[in-house]
């Protein structure tokens, strides 16, 4: 049985998202391997150390750095360069990537110090894209006042739906993990009454609780992320999603982050979102909310870790 990287852990009080890109070649191989083994032992070392930290450090590997760093052939059958999603009003940029860090920990000081274990080995090959500090704010709320990941899977289900099956046996106990840094006009959305802003997300602000389908609007951000397959059951997706912000300058948002056992699954809810069910009905939310990035990775199993790190 495979061992998955920790990518079904719930949500933790402190998270540091880490993008980075090689800017050596010749020297990315040689520090992959480190990162192989340091993923590892950043993770037992922590449960240890701090047993109720509920600590994890997932890495997850872009198609580009896949093929370069000369991982096993063929690829994860989804794993691709996230391609632009153009809908007539907002877009869902694609950037550049090669591996995706995801620290989580109770402490700040535990994230803090993973991101800078791991940027020791990667700091003299490769250049860090983005550093996004996340926290948790009040009960689980995005800047925004709503409750995040209401409708993520629980228990059993979030294997289910995040990790990778028998449907592609290679790769089983992987998971396709895909990311946007969204931006969000807090001037604007302030302007809304808490029931215009209830409609554009299509639960109540203060309960969480999801509107009748006969009330809530076509184009809210839950009616449009409910997708189904081709028999009618539920497709979802597990979302780590995390506040973050510079107030200062401006800057506030959300960390979208998702694991998903398949990428088409996460695609299919951005179409949704982006280019509208049906086409010109496209989500509330981006109004207020803008996409500053977009990249698709794919979390390996440890044993594919281990068989590639070194000591």
């Keep these: 049985m495979k061992q998955s990287q920790n990518v079904t852990d ?24 480190k990162l192989c083994a340091l993923v590892g032992n950043l993770n037992n070392s922590y449960n240890i150390r701090v047993p109720d930290g509920k600590t994890s450090c997932v890495m997850g590997i872009g198609h580009d750095a896949w093929i370069k760093l000369g991982l096993p052939l063929p690829l994860p059958k989804e794993l691709v360069n996230f391609e632009t999603i153009a809908g007539a009003k907002h877009t869902a940029i694609s950037t550049a990537g090669d591996l995706h860090f995801h620290l989580r920990a109770s402490n700040a000081a535990v994230c803090f110090d993973m991101a800078i274990a791991i940027t020791k080995v990667l700091g003299d090959v490769a250049e860090c894209l983005e550093e996004v500090h996340g926290f948790r704010y009040w009960d689980g709320r995005s800047i925004i006042g709503f409750v995040d990941g209401t409708e993520n899977p629980v228990g059993e289900e979030r294997e289910h739906f995040a990790l990778v099956g028998d449907e592609d046996p290679v790769y089983k106990g992987g998971s396709y993990l895909f990311v946007q840094k969204y931006f969000h006009n807090m001037k604007n959305w302030e302007s809304l009454t808490t029931e215009e802003q209830e409609k554009v997300i299509g639960r109540s602000k203060m309960d969480d609780i999801e509107m009748d389908d006969d009330v809530k609007p076509a184009n809210s951000h839950s009616a449009l992320t409910a997708i189904t397959d081709e028999n009618g059951n539920e497709l979802k997706i597990v979302r780590d999603n995390m506040p973050f912000g510079n107030p200062s300058k401006g800057e506030i948002g959300t960390y979208f982050i998702s694991y998903a056992s398949t990428f088409s699954t996460t695609k299919k809810m951005l179409e949704n979102m982006f280019i509208g069910d049906p086409v010109g009905n496209y989500d509330r939310i981006l109004d207020f909310s803008t996409a500053q990035t977009g990249t698709l990775f794919f979390v390996p199993t440890l044993d594919v870790l281990d068989e590639y790190g070194q000591s």
């Design 10 to 33: 719930y949500p933790n009080n402190n998270t540091i998202f880490m993008v980075w890109k090689f800017i050596h070649q010749e020297e990315a191989k040689t520090s992959f391997e």
